[in-house]
């Protein structure tokens, strides 16, 4: 059992090391984040094993690391201490999402379905519940309802390009290549870095204009064809590449 002093020195180094987390974050050094702070969170726990903040930002530190099993394990414990945390429901759904990406596991995707059920429960102002709700949807195929989830993030949290351009996926599998391209565009206008976004709205592009191309008459065709190889030669992936992909977007 704590005492009141481990308890206390036990919430300060969870407290400051989540808020180091959104610093690192700002500056893309999670993973430096993650390796400094995960001894300190080792220290947190052993101070006061009930404390869920530790269990849960520990967690996010694990995800850094790739340790999505050891993530979603800490995560399950900051819940069984507070079945109304929100953060640590989104958390948990969010290492689930991961791991079935990794592994191609959609029964991942439902689990992490099932959990943002439970954090939107708590909080339906959570963006993060939202956008990974959205995102599992959209990964087993119900890409209106990701369209819906994801509208539903941006609405609370306008300038997460993640969202935007998740929903730009999402209405590109639906062959709505003129919304992917819209959200597409304004996640760049968030962030006109995001490379992500950048290929992603290059291929929903190239997609729309080979659409709109398919009833042309051969010649013109590979004269279109001969146009885009030149529009897409400083492209990571060469054009032959992508035709085989057959325009898919870029994760």
């Known amino acids: 059992m704590a005492n009141e002093a481990d308890k ?3 919430q300060q180094l969870a407290v400051e090391a989540e808020k180091q987390y959104i610093k690192a974050k700002l500056k893309h050094e999670k993973r430096q984040w993650a390796e400094t702070h995960l001894p300190l969170l080792d220290q947190a726990i052993k101070l006061d094993r009930n404390n869920d903040t530790a269990w849960r930002v520990r967690g996010l530190a694990k995800i850094e690391l790739e340790n999505l099993q050891g993530a979603i394990a800490d995560f399950n414990k900051a819940i069984q201490r ?3 945390s929100d953060a640590a429901w989104s958390n948990l759904g969010v290492a689930k999402s991961k791991l079935g990406d990794h592994q191609g596991v959609l029964g991942d995707h439902q689990r992490a379905i099932d959990d943002h059920t439970k954090a939107i429960e708590i909080n339906r102002n959570n963006d993060a519940a939202w956008f990974s709700w959205g995102t599992a949807k ?4 119900d890409h209106q309802g990701a369209i819906d989830d994801l509208t539903k993030a941006i609405e609370i949290k306008g300038n997460n390009y993640f969202a935007w351009d ?8 639906k062959g709505e290549y003129d919304g992917a ?7 760049l206008e968030i962030n006109p870095s995001f490379d992500t976004a950048i290929r ?3 291929a929903a592009e190239i997609a729309l204009a080979s659409h709109e191309n398919a009833e042309k008459p051969q010649k013109e065709k590979e004269e279109y064809h001969t146009r885009l190889k030149k529009r897409v030669k400083n492209h990571k992936d060469n054009f032959d590449a992508l035709i085989k992909r057959r325009w898919l977007l870029f994760f």
Do not use: C, M, W
Not at 138 to 141: P, V, W
Not at 166 to 173: E, F, K, L, Q, S
Not at 181 to 187: G, L, Q, V
């Open 138 to 141: 959209s990964e087993l195929g």
């Open 8 to 10: 206390k020195q036990a």
């Open 200 to 202: 992603n709205l290059e």
């Open 181 to 187: 391209i819209s959200d597409f565009r304004k996640a």
């Open 166 to 173: 998740r929903r730009g996926v999402a209405n590109y599998r």
């Open 82 to 84: 507070n079945p109304n």
